[in-house]
């Protein structure tokens, strides 16, 4: 079981930036890949990054590469995700996830555990 904790969500200006961080309890953080997911209301939970299991693997849609960073320290059970030239379509709240599947996976039904989420708002 692992249970995870978003936080750094807020509203920041187009082109600004926010860190999101989540925080992850259990002693196996290390053996799961992690993503990070975004929702707004009516529409489905998209895919926005995720990271292998030991951190030297990284993923992203066109959407947000070369503009978010996920990283993540297995020592402090947290990933991390760095979010550059925000925009007002980035607006949504942010989920992170947890997943344990043999590849690293890009959809929501890939993941096995699931956070509260947290607002992200872009201001123009």
């Known amino acids: 079981q692992v249970q995870l904790v978003e936080s750094g969500g807020g509203l920041v200006q187009a082109g600004g930036s926010l860190r999101l961080s989540c925080a992850a309890s259990?002693?196996?953080?290390?053996?799961?890949?992690m993503g990070w997911f975004r929702q707004v209301p009516g529409k489905e939970r998209d895919f926005v990054a995720a990271?292998?299991?030991?951190?030297?693997?990284?993923y992203y849609p066109s959407s947000v590469k070369g503009r978010f960073t996920i990283s993540r320290d297995n020592a402090k059970n947290t990933v991390y995700l760095q979010m550059n030239s925000l925009k007002p379509e980035d607006t949504a709240v942010y989920y992170c996830?947890?997943?344990?599947?043999?590849?690293?996976?890009?959809?929501?039904?890939?993941?096995?555990?699931w956070g509260q989420g947290t607002q992200v708002t872009v201001s123009s």
């Open positions: 996830a947890a997943g344990s599947k043999l590849r690293v996976g890009v959809s929501r039904n890939e993941y096995d555990y």
């Open positions: 259990g002693r196996t953080f290390s053996s799961y890949y």
């Open positions: 990271i292998s299991s030991g951190g030297s693997n990284t």
